[in-house]
Every structure is written in C-alpha cells, then in structure tokens.
C-alpha cells in the first residue's frame, strides 16, 4: 500500500510529460514538511521546479493552479535556480526526487 508521499510522487511522474508541455517545467521533488513526514492537514506542498528559460509567469501561476487541483492541496513551487544560497543546501537534501 502506498502512503501518502509515493501517492503525491507517483501522481508527479505521471504528469511530468503534460506539465513540461503545458506549462515547460519539470517537477523535480518535494522537500518541506510533507517530505520530512512533519506536515499537518493544511501544510502546503513545497514543490522544487525547473522551468525551461522561455516560461513566463503564466507558465508558474498555471502549473500552480494545475498541481492545486490534481493534488487536492495548496502548492508552493519553488523554482530550483531561485533557492537562497543560506537554505539550498538544506532543501537539496531533504528533498524526495521524482527520478
């Protein structure tokens, strides 16, 4: 039986070809209290995301909205090249891959 991490990650890979065309990224992992097993029932998702260069804020907000509805839960994404240096590392290792 699969918890509630591999449901979310499974869901994830799923998606990734509808999500790199739609919205040019790719989910690369979930990190934050959900990976840590620490969330609470209104914890959001904290998503790390690549975007392609050529995505815009449409491309964010809607890959947002999208990951809402499908996941049932408030998503936050965080592109992966924005991470502040003094909490990258941390993020990086907590992080669950989707590959």
């Known amino acids: 039986m699969e918890n509630h991490v591999e449901q979310i ?3 994830l890979r799923d998606q990734q070809l509808e999500i790199k065309q739609r919205y040019k990224a790719e989910v690369k992992g979930l990190f934050g209290s959900v990976a840590r097993g620490e969330a609470q029932r209104e914890s959001d998702l904290d998503l790390l995301v690549d975007f392609d260069e050529e995505a815009d804020l449409f491309d964010y907000v809607g890959l947002s909205q999208y990951l809402e509805e499908k996941l049932k839960r408030k998503i936050d994404l965080v592109p992966r090249r924005s991470l502040r240096e003094e909490i990258k590392a941390k993020v990086l290792e907590e992080a ?3 590959s």
Do not use: D, E
Request: proline residues 0%; glycine residues 0%.
């Open 9 to 11: 990650l499974r869901l």
């Open 96 to 98: 669950i891959y989707t």
